[in-house]
């Protein structure tokens, strides 16, 4: 019984995810052909306005153990709600935007969900929709929990790609040149004194918080309209 209780919660929270991005997004993929290498969704907010789009990569975290991660990354089922906050913003102030929120395959037993393995598809992603002319090379942005937290980090060392970065729910900052903002739980280590030696040393982190009070995956808290118009400003500066 447990476990029926248990898979209709998920499928009523998989509906819930399906009915928002029905209702945000309006359009499906944008036409021409693609050759993704990751199961991949793709939700286009406001094709209507005018312009090229700014491109949003959203990189989920998982659970810890493989037949779960499974079930729950490749049925779009991320274990916060940070990416919902994200894509209501951009929803809500009228943006033009093309997120991408791939899966990541290549688990190991320690550690379900590595990034890092997956760059090279996630860069050949972005290229196809940079080359297609559908958006703005000056303003892709990366942003992730938990193990996709850590992908931010990874992700943000590629400043020839990304604009800025949010890591959340994770304790693994690292040098980046591109500007991040970092927010962890009660569920982590405080970073305060890594991410003082690092601003020291000249990491970009523009902002971060511990927040005692929140649990692993709490991070829907961090994403608020000011912080994320801050994000959303800035610009990669083209060679």
């Known amino acids: 019984m447990k476990r029926l209780h248990l898979l209709a919660l998920c499928m009523a929270c998989l509906s819930a995810f399906a009915a928002f ?29 005018p312009g090229r789009a700014v491109l949003f990569l959203w990189l989920h975290g998982g659970v810890h153990d493989q037949p779960k991660h499974t079930f729950f990354a490749f049925n779009h089922f991320d274990c916060c709600a940070a990416d919902d906050s994200i894509l209501a913003y951009l929803d809500r102030h009228q943006m033009k935007a093309i997120a991408l929120m791939p899966i990541c395959h290549k688990a190991t037993s320690q550690e379900c969900v590595n990034w890092r393995e997956c760059y090279s598809d996630v860069k050949h992603m972005i290229d196809d929709f940079v080359n297609k002319g559908l958006v703005d090379p000056e303003r ?100």
């Open 140 to 239: 892709i942005y990366v942003a992730g929990s938990s193990d996709g937290g850590r992908g931010a980090w990874d992700y943000a060392q590629h400043d020839d790609v990304f604009a800025a970065a949010i890591s959340m729910s994770c304790s693994s900052p690292v040098m980046t040149k591109i500007p991040v903002y970092f927010y962890n739980t009660s569920d982590e280590r405080d970073c305060t004194v890594e991410v003082q030696r690092l601003k020291r040393d000249g990491s970009n982190i523009v902002e971060y918080k511990y927040g005692p009070d929140y649990k692993h995956g709490d991070d829907a808290a961090e994403c608020t309209d000011a912080m994320l118009k801050r994000f959303f400003r800035h610009r990669r500066l083209l060679p």
């Open 21 to 49: 991005g029905q209702k945000r997004a309006g359009a499906a993929v944008p036409v021409g052909e693609y050759t993704f290498n990751l199961p991949c969704k793709v939700v286009s907010i406001h094709p209507e306005q």
